[in-house]
């Protein structure tokens, strides 16, 4: 089609990008429109041989796919809203209270110590110094999360954090989120109801069903599924109730996807729908990082293998809601957020630049900061090419202003990045320069050998083509409205 490059009227065309899927083709651009096009359409569309008062070309017009009318002011505030995230600083905190465990996760990314190594556990004065750096963020909303090993583990220091938070954001009045990442093992009535009463969010760790789970999240002494499934079904027991004083969060749902895990497609969606989950997150396929690269040939699978296990289990949880179920998966409904709506989510694994010190800051247990979460994970394989400083060492302007975060930044940002440039994908996509340096030996990712870029093209690819059918694109619709 394209091998006469005459006929091609360039000063008709707006900005695009395309991508052939199955019989018809995906135009895109950066301010969020796209459209399919027949073979025939899109070969008048570069011709310019399209009817000017009927579709497509209307809505080519309408989504600025026409330099003619193109509308520069509208594009440019549209392109704005898209990419506001930039306007903010960090605002996700992870905090790592701990790196003590009572888990042997098979794949453990944040390299899990003995529960008797009380010297991994953070103090009071460093728990103040995070504290004192978080509220320093020029972001109007801040997440404290706290992880792990087991946050619970280190139960003093956690509360003495939420208590320090509160107290600073009387002053700083952000708009505050905290929340806990917890296996639940350790949790008791008295935490829960604390917990509870200081209005912290939960994200429990559950893999499916009890074989599966315990099989990947094996617990020291106990049934790891049993103490995960207790709690939330307390939660959601409670949850009417709760709703009533005004607490507003459901519980979220950690999910890693192991070798074990990926015939059980079916029966993970039916788990968490059984427990009480409305949506769950399966779009985590596992990270080379932590203990991961010793067991990586014995857990770890394809990215064809993934692939295959996400499309099985969104065609699965899609059929669901064709019979009147009502239940999300929330890796799909990112990708939709940005293509269906003019905003961006902030999903700091899929923009452009990533959230890796600029959008996210993670503490460790000793004061030491990270760009993100993946860069403390490095750490733990004596690797500290991600550190930023310390809370008790370094200010918080040197520490956002380190040179390792423009690095990052630039190594994330589609636009001068081989393959990600041109790609059709570009304004739903990220890349994880944490992840290209682990697997690639580069922050630079090389695309077309990048098991990464291959599972969010395929991930999209799918949602594009599922976009097609009018019944399924009015479920997805739904999806946003929650």
């Not at 969606?269 to 009480?276: H, R």
């Not at 985590?284 to 991961?292: K, T």
């Not at 014995?298 to 296990?309: H, L, M, R, S, V």
């Not at 050998?449 to 991930?459: G, L, P, Q, V, Y």
Request: aromatic letters at 14%.
């Amino acid at each position: 089609m394209l091998s006469d490059l005459k006929k091609i009227k360039y000063n008709k065309l707006g900005f695009f990008r395309f991508k052939k899927i199955k019989d018809k083709y995906l135009l895109t651009n950066d301010v969020g429109g796209f459209l399919f096009l027949t073979k025939k359409e899109f070969k008048d569309f570069l011709s310019d041989n399209l009817e000017k008062d009927k579709e497509p070309y209307l809505s080519l017009n309408k989504k600025s796919f026409i330099k003619k009318d193109l509308d520069l002011t509208e594009s440019i505030d549209k392109y704005r809203l898209k990419n506001s995230f930039l306007f903010n600083g960090p605002s996700l905190h992870i905090v790592v209270v701990t790196l003590r465990c009572n888990h042997k996760c098979v794949y453990c990314h944040a390299s899990a110590q003995a529960m008797d190594r009380t010297d991994l556990d953070m103090d009071k004065e460093t728990a103040k110094n995070v504290v004192e750096k978080i509220f320093q963020t020029t972001s109007p909303f801040v997440a404290i999360e706290f992880q792990g090993g087991e946050p619970l583990v280190n139960w003093p220091i956690v509360k003495f954090i939420i208590e320090e938070a509160y107290k600073k954001n009387k002053k700083a009045k952000k708009d505050l989120e905290i929340r806990l990442v917890s296996n639940f093992s350790l949790m008791t009535e008295e935490k829960f109801k604390y917990l509870l009463d200081k209005n912290v969010s939960f994200c429990v760790s559950i893999d499916g069903p009890e074989k599966v789970h315990n099989k990947n999240r094996p617990m020291v002494k106990g049934n790891s599924y049993y103490y995960a499934t207790k709690w939330s079904k307390k939660f959601f027991k409670l949850y009417p109730q709760l709703r009533k004083k005004g607490y507003i969060f459901k519980i979220g749902l950690s999910v890693t996807i192991s070798r074990f895990s990926l015939s059980y497609y079916k029966e993970i969606v039916d788990e968490y729908i059984k427990l009480g989950f409305d949506d769950f997150y399966l779009g985590r396929p596992l990270n080379p990082f932590g203990l991961l690269k010793e067991s990586f040939k014995k857990i770890g699978y394809t990215a064809d293998e993934y692939i295959n296990f996400y499309k099985n289990a969104l065609s699965y949880i899609i059929g669901l809601n064709l019979k009147g179920k009502k239940v999300r998966e929330k890796a799909a409904v990112t990708f939709l957020k940005k293509i269906l709506t003019e905003k961006d989510p902030n999903h700091l694994d899929f923009r452009s630049p990533c959230g890796a010190g600029i959008g996210q800051l993670a503490y460790n247990y000793n004061g030491n900061v990270y760009t993100c979460d993946e860069g403390r994970m490095m750490s733990m394989m004596n690797d500290e090419s991600f550190c930023l400083g310390n809370v008790k060492e370094n200010t918080y302007q040197e520490i956002v202003g380190n040179p390792i975060v423009r690095t990052l930044c630039t190594a994330s940002c589609l636009d001068g990045l081989a393959g990600c440039d041109d790609c059709a994908y570009k304004p739903y996509c990220g890349i994880c320069p944490i992840y290209n340096y682990a697997e690639q030996g580069n922050i630079f990712g090389q695309m077309p050998t990048n098991e990464r870029c291959k599972i969010n093209k395929a991930m999209i690819s799918f949602l594009f083509e599922k976009l097609q059918d009018p019944k399924i694109k009015e479920i997805f619709k739904k999806w946003l409205d929650k």
